[in-house]
């Protein structure tokens, strides 16, 4: 017995179950009394101060989508910071199976807390969860946007308008003007062309043919509905950008220095460490301080803050034989944000972009189309690592170079396995060669089986 006042209480939408386990001094059993109370926030308040009045020190409740976010604010406010409040994850406490009943699972939470074995959630800080709200609800709002245009897509494909296969960009500055034309009234293919503007004006006879379409009042119409929708979305995007601010830049010869600002700015210190690593821009840093927060202390490691996130790969062993594993579920928005950055990584010439070409081959190369999936996902793991460590300890990322996998390798067997493996595919015996600095590498003799180096 760890906790000698503790609490468990059973979270849904209209009610809660409360079960209070306290010491019983007129008997060695335990004293145990269950109460329920609707979920309007006076008598979250009235059922926190009733577990005060028990001396409750520790309070369990199950993680049950957004329902306990206000039982937890009563529970905070009534009982202050001498109350410990564990939000628990739901799969590590499931019961017995058997009877279930909204009392019974209190009490199962309540006496597996006394005992010690449940453990607390991580929940950001209060200013940290702000700037989550915020950048999840930017990633909400950027794939709303992105699911309007191609809504206004699909009205132009069903009025013949093919503007999108000439311009590569239908919403840039010129397919703006000509979308902004059509709701106007404009039919004339020759003058919606001629609203093109930069490189799009020498594909002129193009866009003559693909803004020749069937082009309806109707269609113009609804084309209308789409671009006001996206001007809205454009402007709410604005204002949660502003919102969450940015860590401020260094001056340069073209761009001025741009201060800290927003909510962003306490963390910016942070932000600019994390934005040290290949693939993470300032937006991505932003959403990462977001999730995870600054003090990895509630980490004890990286491997712990990857299997939180859910990035760690699958383990299922059993007897001696490994079996085919899925990660685990963990926080999807981390996943996706840094799967974005493992792709964006790699594109450059660094470790981590070495690392994901490396693996890319490794499940199959462009032959197996999940083999991109697959190396990001490693990747990302890769880099939650990183970031565990650029926040641990203070320091920017050091990269090791694009030929940290190669560097080690030595050239002559690298060599003789490459010959090896040209000699299996080609059923033929390969000889190396020197050739003079002015003769081309494949020039060889007219006479040899194979031209250039090889002979057969």
């Not at 915020?134 to 990633?139: P, V």
Request: aromatic letters at 6%.
């Amino acid at each position: 017995m760890l906790y000698s006042h503790v609490a468990g209480i059973d979270v849904h939408k209209k009610q809660i179950t409360v079960s209070v386990r306290t010491p019983d001094p007129r008997r060695v059993a335990r004293r145990e009394t269950t109460r329920t109370f609707r979920t309007f926030y006076a008598e979250l308040l009235a059922m926190a101060s009733w577990l005060v009045e028990h001396g409750v020190t520790h309070v369990a409740m199950e993680s049950t989508g957004p329902y306990w976010w206000p039982v937890y604010s009563a529970l905070r406010e009534a009982g202050g910071p001498g109350l410990t409040i564990d939000v628990v994850n739901a799969a590590h406490v499931k019961a017995v199976p058997g009877r279930k009943t909204d009392v019974k699972d209190s009490q199962w939470l309540a006496r597996l807390l006394e005992v010690g074995l449940l453990r607390g959630s991580f929940l950001p800080p209060d200013d940290i969860r702000e700037i989550r709200d915020l950048t999840r609800y930017q990633t909400k709002l950027t794939e709303e946007r992105s699911r309007e245009k191609q809504r206004l897509l699909k009205v132009l494909e069903a009025a013949g308008v093919k503007l999108d296969v000439v311009a590569s960009d239908t919403f840039g500055v010129s397919g703006r003007a000509m979308l902004d034309a059509l709701v106007a009234g404009e039919r004339d293919p020759r003058v919606l062309a001629g609203l093109a503007r930069g490189v799009l004006r020498n594909k002129a006879d193009d866009l003559r043919l693909a803004l020749a379409g069937r082009f309806t009042a109707h269609h113009g119409q609804m084309i209308g509905f789409h671009l006001a929708r996206l001007d809205h979305l454009d402007q709410m995007i604005t204002q949660v950008k502003e919102k969450i601010g940015h860590a401020g830049t260094a001056g340069t010869t073209r761009r001025a220095a741009v201060g800290e600002c927003g909510l962003v700015a306490p963390f910016a210190e942070q932000i600019r460490l994390l934005s040290s690593i290949p693939g993470i821009g300032e937006r991505v840093a932003a959403v990462i301080v977001s999730e995870i927060g600054v003090d990895m202390g509630r980490f004890p490691s990286a491997k712990h803050l990857a299997a939180w996130a859910g990035l760690a790969p699958g383990n299922n062993e059993s007897a001696g034989r490994r079996r085919k594993a899925r990660h685990r579920k963990g926080n999807t928005h981390v996943q996706s944000i840094l799967i974005e950055a493992a792709l964006a990584a790699s594109r450059t010439r660094t470790r981590i972009g070495a690392r994901f070409h490396r693996l890319h081959r490794r499940f199959g190369g462009r032959a197996n189309k999940t083999a991109g999936k697959k190396a990001a996902f490693a990747v990302a793991h890769t880099l939650i690592k990183v970031i565990w460590t650029v926040l641990s300890t203070g320091q920017p990322y050091t990269d090791l170079g694009q030929d940290y996998y190669t560097r080690g390798v030595d050239q002559q067997t690298h060599t003789r396995r490459l010959i090896a493996q040209l000699e299996a595919l080609s059923g033929k015996k390969i000889i190396l060669t020197d050739h003079d600095d002015g003769d081309s590498p494949d020039s060889g003799d007219p006479g040899d089986g194979e031209s250039g180096e090889a002979a057969g």
